[in-house]
Nanobody, 124 residues
Framework: QVQPVEFGGGLVQAGGSLRLSCAAS????????MGWFRQAPGKEREFVAG????????YYADSVKGRFSISRDSAKNTMYLQMNNLKPEDTAVYYC?????????????????WGLGTQVTVSS
């Protein structure tokens, strides 16, 4: 069983930056593909970014390309989402997801474990 935990959410002004982290105890995250999803009020949860088990492959939603960067640090057993040039429409609860597959995807049902989420609020 993997229990991901997200850190780093908060309130930031438009144009600012935040870095989210995802860690998990008891399991080596480098064995898994991982991803970030988000859910804004009144909207469905959507894919943001994904990273393969090795970290060699990354994927992004069109809405965040060029602004967000996903990475992982095996030594720290942690995945990150660096978010730059934040916009009010990025306001959402951000979730870390882990898949037993070695690669990540946009499809939520391919993920086996989910964190409880962290709130990101971007003010205009």
């Amino acid at each position: 069983q993997v229990q991901p935990v997200e850190f780093g959410g908060g309130l930031v002004q438009a144009g600012g930056s935040l870095r989210l982290s995802c860690a998990a105890s008891g399991r080596t995250l480098s064995n898994y593909g991982m991803g970030w999803f988000r859910q804004a009020p009144g909207k469905e949860r959507e894919f943001v970014a994904g990273i393969s088990r090795s970290g060699a492959s990354t994927y992004y939603a069109d809405s965040v390309k060029g602004r967000f960067s996903i990475s992982r640090d095996s030594a720290k057993n942690t995945m990150y989402l660096q978010m730059n040039n934040l916009k009010p429409e990025d306001t959402a609860v951000y979730y870390c997801a882990v898949t037993q597959r070695g690669w990540s995807s946009e499809v939520q049902m391919t993920y086996d474990y989910w964190g409880l989420g962290t709130q990101v609020t971007v003010s205009s």
